[in-house]
Antibody, heavy 116, light 111 residues
Framework: QMQLQESGPGLVKPSETLSLTCVVS????????WNWIRQSPVKGLEWIGY???????QYNPSLKSRVTISIDTSRTQFSLRLTSVTAADTAMYYC??????????WGQGLLVTVSS | QFLLTQPPSVSGAPGQRVTISCTGS?????????VHWYQQVPGSAPKVIII???RRPSGVPDRFSGSKSDTSASLAISGLQAEDEADYYC???????????FGGGTKLTVL
């Protein structure tokens, strides 16, 4: 059964870099678009970006200068890196799989708090 | 703030039918991009319940239906049940973002 699992630190200091990983199990990481989405009470659901299994990426223009998404097909995982974080980056972070545009499978989410 | 506009809340009694609207623009729904709908119960990740405007994934009851017209879409839930109480989000591709746009979410209360 297809599963996605986010992992990473739940607390990040302001100005530092947030790094999260999403492990894919139960299906191949080949094909599909692999997405990162975050959710906060203020901004609701916000798309961060995606990476296609071949390595092509697309990022939300509002975050583009700070975001990098990478993929490791041999380890069936993909990662998010967000630099220079502030309190506004505090959110629940989800990874999700999309065959085209619909987000078919989601991870359970990881709460990341930015605080000193 | 959101590229897709939804009403903040809707409500209905058990057994009734409710609809949730999602209004977009020429850069998303109006460009012909498909609309998807998600259900989110507190403490859980969103779960897709309508794909490509009107298709139900396996396991989603046929009480849920979706439609799309011009620059808007709708989610209808008939025969309301207590378990349907949740937040619902619409989602579409946006040409200006070159990625996903979400609605602000609609809280469904079953009276």
């Amino acid at each position: 059964q297809m599963q996605l699992q986010e992992s990473g630190p739940g607390l990040v200091k302001p100005s530092e870099t947030l790094s999260l990983t999403c492990v894919v199990s139960g299906d191949s990481i080949s094909s599909y678009y692999w997405n990162w989405i975050r959710q906060s009470p203020v901004k609701g659901l916000e798309w961060i970006g995606y990476i296609y299994y071949r390595g092509n990426t697309q990022y939300n223009p509002s975050l583009k200068s700070r975001v990098t998404i990478s993929i490791d097909t041999s380890r069936t995982q993909f990662s998010l890196r967000l630099t220079s974080v502030t309190a506004a980056d505090t959110a629940m972070y989800y990874c999700a799989r999309a065959p085209n545009t619909a987000l078919e499978f989601w991870g359970q989410g990881l709460l990341v708090t930015v605080s000193s | 703030q959101f590229l897709l506009t939804q009403p903040p809340s809707v409500s209905g009694a058990p057994g009734q039918r409710v609809t949730i609207s999602c209004t977009g623009s020429s850069s998303n729904i109006g460009s012909g991009h498909d609309v998807h709908w998600y259900q989110q119960v507190p403490g859980s990740a969103p779960k897709v319940i309508i794909i490509d405007n009107s298709r139900r994934p396996s396991g989603v009851p046929d009480r849920f239906s979706g439609s799309k017209s011009d620059t808007s879409a709708s989610l209808a839930i008939s025969g309301l049940q207590a378990e349907d109480e949740a937040d619902y989000y619409c989602h579409s591709f946006d040409s200006s973002l070159r990625g996903s746009a979400f609605g602000g979410g609609t809280k469904l209360t079953v009276l």
